[in-house]
């Protein structure tokens, strides 16, 4: 499959206009639209997400130093 990414305003009339394709007349195209601001809100559900789990009574127990201990013995891998 053939993929063409461009970018394109909406309108006033909530309509988007694409020109210059590079498809043949009456080919079969799928069109997917995504928002700008989903980078966003994924970015902000992971603060969300970090949040939570550094409220959780367990990540308490584990100190700094744990932690770069770890991620000592991780990176020799």
Do not use: W
Not at 13 to 34: H, I, M
């Amino acid at each position: 499959m053939k993929a063409y990414r461009t970018y394109a305003k909406i309108t006033k009339s909530r309509r988007v206009v694409l020109s210059d394709l590079p498809f043949e007349e009456g080919q079969r195209v799928e069109v997917v639209v995504l928002g700008n601001d989903q980078a966003a809100d994924a970015g902000e559900k992971a603060r969300a997400l970090f949040t939570e789990t550094q409220a959780l009574p367990s990540s308490h127990a584990i100190s700094e130093d744990k932690i770069t201990e770890e991620l000592a013995e991780y990176r020799k891998l």
